[in-house]
């Protein structure tokens, strides 16, 4: 039973599709925000999986991505494709119903100086056709 917390004798409430949880929103704040709907607690989850640091998880040594690492990296030809490959990687393995549509890899002079880029992110997911995009920094902190 579904009951609204604050309210006067906490009334009961019958369960409808608004009050479907479906997980914690990333990054963790004071404030815990859920999501409302699956696009955006898989959103979140694959921004979790990118900036988790490999070995960084308690019992999963394996989980994430070694992006951060990368950024401290000189910035060579190869660069933009080491980040592509680590993405893809971790995605495949941990995601694998993501399918990576675009990876943009952005970070201007400055950025560069402190070692920060921002990747943009586009994909769908198996068995459906609407685009998905993600935006978000790689940087230490």
């Given amino acids: 039973m579904a009951y ?11 369960p409808t599709i608004e009050l479907q949880r479906y997980g ?19 959103k979140s989850n694959l921004i979790n999986l990118l900036r988790t640091v490999k070995g960084e998880r308690v019992m999963q040594p394996n989980f994430g991505c070694d992006l951060i690492k990368l950024v401290f990296e000189p ?50 997911l198996d068995g459906q056709s609407t685009i998905q995009e993600i935006t978000f920094p790689i940087t230490q902190g």
């Fill in 4 to 14: 609204v917390i604050g309210t006067k004798n906490n009334t009961f409430v019958e």
């Fill in 75 to 124: 910035n060579t030809d190869f660069f933009n494709e080491r980040i592509e490959d680590e993405i893809e990687s971790a995605v495949s393995f941990w995601m694998p119903f993501i399918i990576i549509e675009t990876i943009d890899i952005q970070s201007s002079n400055e950025d560069k100086d402190f070692n920060r880029v921002y990747v943009h992110l586009t994909f769908k």
């Fill in 24 to 42: 914690l929103v990333f990054p963790l704040t004071s404030e815990f925000k859920v999501s409302t709907n699956i696009i955006d607690q898989i």
